[in-house]
Nanobody, 123 residues
Framework: QVQLVESGGGSVQAGGSLRLSCAAS????????MGWFRQVLGKEREGVAV???????TYADSVNGRFTISRANAKSSLYLQMNSLKPEDTAMYYC?????????????????WGKGTQVTVSS
């Protein structure tokens, strides 16, 4: 059984911080590219950050310098540290995994998805 379960979302004021977690029941976890995507109702899904199997990372320009993606392969976990949050960051955040693709675009290439965790940033 494959499962990706996000947690850590919530409501914060602008300028605040949140740390999202993704518990991945997937094997072998270390062989998957992992990513965070977000989506607002009525808008296209947006790639936020991805981390490859070697630990290299890629960030969307809108979050670069504020967000940090990391992974703990021994714990099959993925994290997203979000600092200096803005109202524009408000969205449902999804954890995703891909065996053969690793990039912010072409989200349809990711094989597995969690159900999402809501992040709401107020002014």
């Amino acid at each position: 059984q494959v499962q990706l379960v996000e947690s850590g979302g919530g409501s914060v004021q602008a300028g605040g911080s949140l740390r999202l977690s993704c518990a991945a029941s997937i094997y072998p976890y270390g062989s998957y590219c992992m990513g965070w995507f977000r989506q607002v109702l009525g808008k296209e899904r947006e790639g936020v950050a991805v981390i490859a199997i070697d630990g290299s990372t890629t960030y969307a320009d809108s979050v670069n310098g504020r967000f940090t993606i990391s992974r703990a392969n021994a714990k099959s976990s993925l994290y997203l540290q979000m600092n200096s949050l803005k109202p524009e960051d408000t969205a449902m955040y999804y954890c995703a995994a891909s065996l053969f693709f690793c990039g912010l675009g072409a989200h349809e290439q990711f094989n597995y998805w969690g159900k999402g965790t809501q992040v709401t940033v107020s002014s």
